[in-house]
T-cell receptor, first 113, second 110 residues
Framework: DSGVTQTPKHLITATGQRVTLRCSPR?????VYWYQQSLDQGLQFLIQ???????AKGNILERFSAQQFPDLHSELNLSSLELGDSALYFC????????????FGEGSRLTVL | QQQVKQSPQSLIVQKGGISIINCAYE??????FPWYQQFPGKGPALLIA?????SEKKEGRFTISFNKSAKQFSLHIMDSQPGDSATYFC?????????FGTGTRLQVTL
């Protein structure tokens, strides 16, 4: 158990809809990362927050947004969903702003029909 | 270019054999090179990592070999066991961005 909790584990929705994925980092970790994993793209970095502030941005679509709350949990919002958004979304946390080990949750599997 | 190229895509090794997974990168600003192991239904977990000031790091049966001039690094799993069957991702980091390779699915047969 990595100590990172993600909900929901599975989510099925329709195109055009909006969903929110939630992540609780390991106790004490200030950094939260979001990754998208699909079969043909591997693990794609989306965005990182550190202590409530956005720190780094990757290949995150404009339809996607994230935030980290004062209690350090994070949410990833996906809107105007398309079939191609179907993937596993992982949250990871770290005790450091840069470098160090990432602790991944078990992921949220999103299926867009 | 932030790409990390990983090969092979899949690998079948007999129990007791050596598994070798290779990665190559282009961005010389990368300064941290971890390998992650992922079992089905689980998130990736750090296996071993290296910084570019050393050429090799060994932890138990797992060794990273790093060639800075060639911009390549590899994971060697000695005495491969069925329990090592998983997907392995190399990665490279700079400026807080960890870029992953596309993964290698390793199957260790009896």
């Amino acid at each position: 158990d990595s100590g990172v909790t993600q909900t929901p584990k599975h989510l099925i929705t329709a195109t055009g809809q909006r969903v929110t994925l939630r992540c609780s980092p390991r106790s004490g970790d200030l950094s939260v990362y979001w990754y998208q994993q699909s079969l043909d793209q591997g693990l794609q970095f989306l965005i990182q927050y550190y202590n409530g502030e956005e720190r780094a941005k990757g290949n995150i679509l404009e339809r996607f947004s994230a935030q980290q709350f004062p209690d350090l949990h994070s949410e990833l919002n996906l809107s105007s969903l398309e079939l191609g958004d179907s993937a596993l979304y992982f949250c990871a946390s770290s005790g450091q702003a840069v470098g160090g080990e990432l602790f991944f949750g078990e992921g949220s599997r999103l299926t867009v029909l | 270019q932030q790409q990390v190229k990983q090969s092979p895509q899949s690998l079948i090794v007999q129990k007791g054999g050596i598994s070798i997974i290779n990665c190559a990168y282009e961005n010389t600003a990368f300064d941290y090179f971890p390998w992650y192991q992922q079992f089905p239904g689980k998130g990736p977990a750090l296996l071993i990592a290296i910084r570019p000031d050393v050429s090799e790091k060994k932890e138990g049966r797992f060794t990273i070999s790093f060639n800075k001039s060639a911009k390549q690094f590899s994971l060697h799993i000695m005495d491969s066991q069925p329990g090592d069957s998983a997907t392995y991702f190399c990665a490279a980091e700079t400026a807080s961005k960890l870029t992953f390779g596309t993964g290698t699915r390793l199957q260790v047969t009896l």
